[in-house]
């Protein structure tokens, strides 16, 4: 069984179980930050370990990617992961596939100057694909994987954000 072959097989029956039991594919995901030495932070997920930082000129340290790079990954490999994914639900031969995120900020906002709001004016993405298959083949695949993207749909809709707090006295 060659790669996309394994990735179809195992995409469809994902797909059957989910439809068969929908709770299957309900949850929630947690993960952990914990700040140590300024603004290094340890994050933590399940068996994942990865650290993230500001830059020296943003006070921090430098020991990791910031999440604004954090941020962009997550999307552009949430597309990257679903183009192939669907490339190869369609069989859709994919040679080379490349997402590059691009984002447009000021980041003035970020610093609460001048009431500019935080967050991005602009977010693009552009793909690179090559391809046996025709450019129909291949942007059915594409358009498919961006209608059911995670990751698209969070820059896309508003969603629910909430936050608890919890306050607790030094230890010690």
């Not at 309900?26 to 340890?42: E, K, P, Q, S, Y």
């Not at 639900?89 to 995120?101: C, G, Q, S, W, Y």
């Not at 906002?109 to 709001?117: E, S």
């Not at 695949?141 to 820059?155: H, T």
Request: one cysteine or more.
């Amino acid at each position: 069984m060659d790669q996309q072959e394994r990735i179809r097989t195992s995409f469809e029956r994902n797909a059957r179980a989910l439809a068969l039991r929908p709770a299957v594919g309900r949850g929630t995901a947690i993960t952990r930050v914990t700040v140590r030495d300024g603004l290094t932070c340890d994050v933590e997920d399940g068996p994942w370990r990865l650290t993230a930082d500001m830059g020296e000129k943003a006070g921090g340290n430098n020991q990791g990617p910031n999440p604004g790079v954090l941020g962009r990954a997550a999307l552009g490999t949430c597309l990257a992961v679903s183009y192939i994914l669907w490339a190869s639900r369609f069989n859709v031969p994919i040679a080379r596939l490349e997402v590059e995120v691009q984002t447009d900020y000021d980041s003035r906002g970020y610093h609460g100057v001048d009431d500019v709001p935080p967050g991005y004016e602009a977010i693009r993405y552009l793909v690179t694909v090559e391809s046996e298959a025709s450019e129909t083949e291949v942007l059915r695949a594409l358009d498919m994987a961006d209608r059911n993207s995670d990751f698209l749909a969070l820059y896309r809709n508003p969603q629910e954000v909430t936050r608890d707090v919890r306050v607790l006295a030094p230890r010690g």
